[in-house]
């Protein structure tokens, strides 16, 4: 559950914090979920209680203020709020009438690579542009975790909550170690068919053109080999 993932992200916050302040022990520790952030209050309040053992929160007070979403009409300029079930409501009757857009279907490989290059299974010799993603989320996603030391999707569900979701169902998904090193396979040589498009060296094109074939029948070790000998 991504509820656990975002409390350890919130007392490495909250202890941070605290040393800039020069302080030794957290009283209070108020947050704000919105409703729209997938997170279940209660599960979060047992993360909190689970990890704060042993931390500067341990004897914390933990509050959960629920935000409703705040709409403001642009003709009035008056402010509401609604709630999830309106919003859902609403987008169900929106599809009935045919007038949203139709959305790409995300690739199975880029979930598996994104599943993959979290949990940091196979060397990435060469860096990966997120131009080469099709799904807007992965390139989001990827794009935020690879300036990261340390790889921590609680992050990412803590900061932007809009890829909470999405990112919950990437770990959860069954994946067979197999399917992971093709997906990771495929992304590499969707890459250096992106640098082969910037080389006018016909030497050059032509051996990338053989990494890609290796990478396509699962090579992955083939490229760490010459991976000296790709620019990007």
């Known amino acids: 559950m991504h509820e656990y993932s975002i409390v350890q992200a919130l007392l490495d916050q909250c202890e941070n914090i605290a040393k800039e302040n020069e302080a030794s022990t957290i009283t209070k520790v108020v947050t ?26 341990e004897n914390a007070e933990f509050i959960i203020n629920y935000q409703k979403i705040k709409l403001r009409c642009n ?34 490989y880029e979930k598996a690579f994104l599943k993959a290059f979290i949990e940091d299974r196979f060397p990435l010799p060469i860096e990966i542009s997120p131009n080469v ?19 921590d999707p609680g992050v990412i569900q803590l900061q932007f909550p809009e890829l ?11 994946f067979s170690e197999e399917e992971l090193k093709m997906a990771v396979c495929k992304t590499l040589s969707k890459e250096i068919e ?7 060296k016909l030497h050059e094109k032509k051996e990338l053109k053989k990494l890609v074939f290796d990478l396509k029948k699962g090579n992955l070790e083939k490229l760490s080999s010459v991976v000296f000998k790709i620019t990007g």
């Not at 919950?168 to 998904?173: F, G, K, N, P, Q």
């Not at 992106?194 to 006018?200: C, F, G, L, P, S």
């Open 133 to 151: 993603f099709v799904s807007e989320e992965v390139s989001r996603i990827y794009s935020i975790l690879r300036t990261m030391d340390r790889r």
């Open 75 to 108: 003709d009035c300029s008056n402010e509401f709020e609604i709630d999830e079930s309106w919003i859902r409501l609403n987008v169900a009757g929106y599809k009935k009438n045919n007038q949203e857009e139709k959305l790409s279907p995300i690739p199975y």
């Open 164 to 174: 909470s979701d999405f990112l919950a169902e990437v770990l959860l998904s069954g």
């Open 194 to 200: 992106r640098r082969m498009k910037k080389t006018h």
């Open 32 to 57: 704000k979920i919105g409703a729209m952030s997938g997170v279940e209050t209660h599960l979060l309040q047992t993360a909190f209680d689970t990890f704060k053992e042993g931390t500067m929160c």
